[in-house]
């Protein structure tokens, strides 16, 4: 089995002068599933090399039993450096794709039309496609064979106004997952705050924050199976 792993190549946390870029738990937590597995993961980003990492994911108090493994993993840490460039990426070489989310992929794969066209290749392919937390977002502009927004009329989640709000990021943001997903006619579903939730319908999955992130990466498995 063959996993692709697409990162952000955005650091910019709007205009605020801050960094963003992807979220650590949501990177590590899927990686190790995949390859406890015995799964071959491939790492792309849009620039190639090194994806920025969200500061505030690397704090004291975002660490888990995962993000302390991959910190002692050399290997992983070496594979993270080195990202493919994401125009270099065939679709037909994996099995299935997982976008980790941070802010970052808002700003860069939300808008990417190589990321566009690399997810409705999964997608035709009968493919499972993985998102979790703000990645979802990289279904913006999405379309399914008949046109229509990928997400129309299907159960999704990402995440939430509310956990918007508790980081205080609603205003700085370039669109909402759930305002988005509602109006491209998403059937948006969410659970309580940082807590783990996962949406399956079809091949598709998206879990809606850094706590789903497993469970996202356990769900593609399932389906790969």
Same mark, same amino acid.
């Given at each position: ?33 995949? =390859? ?12 190639? +090399?090194?994806?920025? /990492?969200?500061? =505030? ?5 975002? *660490? ?53 066209? @690399? ?7 009968? =493919? ?10 990289? @279904?913006?502009?999405? =379309? ?8 129309? +009329?299907?159960?999704?989640? +990402? ?16 669109? /909402? ?13 969410? +659970?309580?705050?940082? *807590?783990?939730?996962? /949406? ?26």
């Amino acid at each position: 089995m063959k996993v692709l792993m697409v990162l952000t190549s955005h650091d910019q946390l709007g205009d605020t002068g801050r960094k963003t870029g992807f979220w650590l738990e949501e990177f590590a937590a899927p990686y190790y599933a995949f =390859k406890d597995a015995g799964a071959e993961v491939v790492l792309a980003s849009p620039a190639g +090399g090194q994806p920025p /990492l969200d500061p =505030k994911s690397d704090e004291p108090d975002a *660490q888990t039993e995962q993000t302390e493994r991959f910190a002692k993993d050399p290997a992983a840490q070496q594979a993270l450096a080195t990202t493919v460039k994401l125009d270099s990426v065939n679709a037909a070489n994996f099995d299935t794709v997982f976008y980790p989310g941070g802010h970052g992929p808002l700003w860069d794969l939300a808008e990417s039309p190589v990321s566009i066209a @690399l997810i409705e290749a999964f997608e035709r392919a009968g =493919k499972p496609i993985g998102f979790v937390c703000h990645a979802p977002g990289a @279904l913006r502009h999405v =379309k399914a064979v008949n046109g229509e927004p990928l997400i129309k +009329g299907r159960r999704v989640t +990402g995440f939430s106004n509310s956990e918007e709000a508790a980081v205080q990021l609603t205003e700085v943001v370039p669109f /909402l997952i759930e305002d988005e997903f509602k109006k491209l006619g998403g059937q948006y579903e969410k +659970g309580a705050d940082w *807590q783990s939730f996962v /949406l399956v319908d079809g091949l598709l999955v998206t879990g809606q924050n850094p706590g789903s992130s497993s469970e996202v990466a356990k769900a593609l498995l399932t389906l790969c199976a």
